[in-house]
């Protein structure tokens, strides 16, 4: 048996809860795509295109949990501290898109649910929880790499749950099965706190080997990063 929020598939959630999900889902990518214009430049926006690319391979890559349980890197929480929020979600998003469309990696009808599960939450709980984490890591020395790794790892611990949280909440309003709210949610939060412990450490490595090498890539952290100085060489003026 095969537990996971990972790739919802046709029928596990009825037509209704469904549809409502694909209507979530595409006002979230609208709203992400008019943030996403205000946080790309010529920084971030080839670095969304490579995260997208490295979250669609690395999904292809499952680690054991537990018995019978496998998980995979969502992503959301990495691109959102590498790119923002706004671009991380919508680069998740289209990896769904693409998964679903041409792999069957996940039900056509559920497309909306593992967009809202996988790349909306999990990009804007992984935001806000990195952000927390480095302001309360940060003090006075800016961030550094065993700060950012930390905040990373917390980030991406928490925002897998979270969205297994989401798809309990939409399986009690719409499941089709027949075990109980109650018994899916104590399954899902257990295995997706281990499944959290390695979407932390991919997210963390990720993000604080970027850091190390260019910080000014990783979103997250730009603006607390020191302002460079200016020195201006006083002329000397000859009488």
């Known amino acids: 048996m095969h537990v996971s929020t990972m790739h919802i598939p046709d029928g596990f959630i009825d037509g209704p809860v469904s549809v409502v999900a694909m209507v979530v889902a595409a006002i979230g990518i609208v709203v992400c795509l008019r943030g996403a214009r205000r946080q790309l430049d010529e920084r971030t926006a080839p670095l969304a295109g490579l995260v997208a690319v490295f979250i669609f391979a690395v999904q292809m890559l499952n680690f054991p949990v537990a018995a019978g349980t496998s998980g995979h890197l969502l992503g959301g929480a990495l691109a959102a501290i590498l790119v923002g929020p706004y671009a991380g979600a919508l680069a998740v998003s289209v990896v769904i898109l693409v998964q679903g469309l041409l792999f069957a990696d996940g039900g056509l009808s559920a497309i909306g649910l593992n967009i809202i599960n996988m790349g909306l939450v999990t990009a804007a709980v992984g935001w806000v929880v990195f952000r927390l984490a480095i302001r309360l890591l940060d003090g006075a020395g800016g961030p550094t790499k065993p700060k950012v790794f930390a905040a990373s790892f917390v980030a ?16 009690a309003i719409g499941g089709t099965g027949t075990i109980g709210w109650e018994t899916v949610l104590v399954a899902m939060t257990g295995v997706h706190v281990l499944i959290g412990i390695g979407e932390g450490l991919i997210t963390a490595v990720a993000v604080s080997a970027i850091f190390l090498a260019r910080p000014d890539l990783v979103y997250g952290v730009r603006d607390l990063l020191p302002k460079p100085t200016v020195t201006v060489k006083s ?4 009488a």
């Open 235 to 238: 002329a000397e003026v000859v």
């Open 156 to 171: 991406g611990l928490v925002a897998v749950p979270v969205s297994s949280l989401a798809f309990v909440l939409e399986y």
